[in-house]
């Protein structure tokens, strides 16, 4: 497979700005923890094997747990999780899929029992951010190279 375009190449102040939110994201108050959460589940359930590849090894590196990545495309059913996990990926399943449903009030008031406004806002954020990296690596198909 070829990458179809280089979109950092071609539009680089719309990477830039990208970027930027990443490198917010980065000092917010969420935890290492749920930033990985957030961006493997979206990554799986956009399809991206470039996202999924570079999130599951940043999230072993911060302390992450093999089993809980291997568990979390099954989350719902899985004990590995915690309640407040499990509404902070109830909230990235809904977002990544704004299309089906939206995000239902039942899911936003369980995110609420666990997160203050401001980091539900800082959780919209980064659901928003690793889906737009989604979307440029599926539609370019970018990938690692085997090393």
Avoid at 31 to 46: E, P
Avoid at 98 to 106: R, V
Avoid at 126 to 146: K, L
Wanted: hydrophobic letters at 35%; one cysteine or more.
């Amino acid at each position: 497979m070829e990458q179809r375009l280089n979109i950092q190449q071609l539009e680089p102040n719309a990477y830039k700005a990208i970027l930027e939110i990443s490198k917010y994201l980065e000092t917010t108050s969420l935890s290492k923890t749920s930033k990985n959460l957030i961006k493997i589940r979206s990554s799986q359930i956009n399809g991206c094997a470039y996202c999924i590849e570079i999130h599951t090894t940043e999230a072993l590196k911060n302390g992450e747990k093999q089993n809980r990545i291997f568990a979390l495309s099954a989350w719902k059913e899985s004990p590995l999780f915690s309640e407040k996990e499990k509404a902070l990926l109830a909230v990235t399943d809904e977002i990544t899929q704004i299309s089906n449903n939206g995000l239902t009030e039942e899911t936003f008031q369980k995110l609420k029992s666990y997160f203050n406004d401001n980091e539900i806002a800082q959780i919209i954020i980064q659901i928003g951010e690793i889906n737009i990296w989604n979307r440029i690596a599926v539609s370019t198909q970018m990938f690692h190279q085997p090393s």
